[in-house]
């Protein structure tokens, strides 16, 4: 397929573009091993996810992906997940139902060969393949959680790790592709869960409409009166 023979990728070129951003996944392990209310009102956004409308190119069957977005109360189970095809990449299209500020994503995955070794985040985007994905810069990309550091984080927080996001490259989302370009080293990819924490915001204008009109109003009223028909026929009388 076109898309098995990019997996060349973890140089020095990209190390140095993401050095800041894989040695902070560690810190935030600590943060899985209570199981409050608030970790489930984190990763709200789920919530805001227009689940139908998802696509993932190179899954092993129709509609995996969707299966691997779950409310975080669910983040455990293993009846759904996602797993690659016809090699270990895979792209990840997901829609939302408004505008969020993402804030973190949270992976969970098996600690062997077939977790994901790289993550590639672009928003705003419902067009990328395989060959793009290689081309554009993504807002952001991690290198993630080797297996062998994946097993010591079981205990802690049954395998999910967080990943901080750049708040200023993900301010105004309304769609985010993940695209995994490379595993450990097995044949494919295998993903349990993933989340997004975040806020979810109105549409830009309206909240700036609101406050027009709110600052305007008696000028509006002035508007209105002389543009009304009724107004401007007994002005022309």
Not at 60 to 87: N, Q
């Amino acid at each position: 397929m076109a898309h098995g023979h990019h997996h060349h990728h973890a140089g020095a070129c990209g190390d140095e573009a993401h050095a800041d951003d894989h040695h902070d996944h560690h810190g935030h392990d600590h943060n899985h091993d209570h199981d409050g209310p608030d970790r489930g009102e984190e990763f709200s956004l789920y919530q805001h996810i227009d689940l139908d409308k998802i696509r993932c190119l190179n899954e092993a069957e129709p509609d995996m992906a969707k299966g691997i977005f779950k409310p975080w109360h669910d983040r455990l189970d293993d009846t759904k997940f996602l797993e690659s095809d016809a090699d270990e990449q895979l792209i990840i299209f997901i829609p939302f139902s408004g505008q969020v500020k993402l804030k973190s994503l949270a992976i969970r995955c098996d600690p062997d060969d077939a977790a994901p070794a790289e993550l590639r985040a672009f928003i705003n985007t419902d067009t990328l393949d395989f060959d793009s994905a290689d081309t554009t810069t993504p807002a952001q990309k991690w290198d993630l959680i080797a297996p062998a550091d994946l097993v010591s984080v079981q205990d802690e927080s049954q395998g999910v790790v967080t990943y901080p996001m750049k708040p200023a490259k993900f301010r105004a989302v309304r769609s985010l592709t993940l695209y995994i370009p490379r595993n450990f080293g097995d044949d494919v990819t295998r993903i349990r869960y993933l989340g997004l924490q975040g806020e979810h915001t109105a549409v830009s204008r309206d909240p700036i409409i609101t406050v027009y009109e709110a600052a305007a109003n008696p000028a509006d009223h002035q508007k209105i009166t002389g543009t009304d028909p009724m107004s401007a026929g007994h002005r022309t009388v």
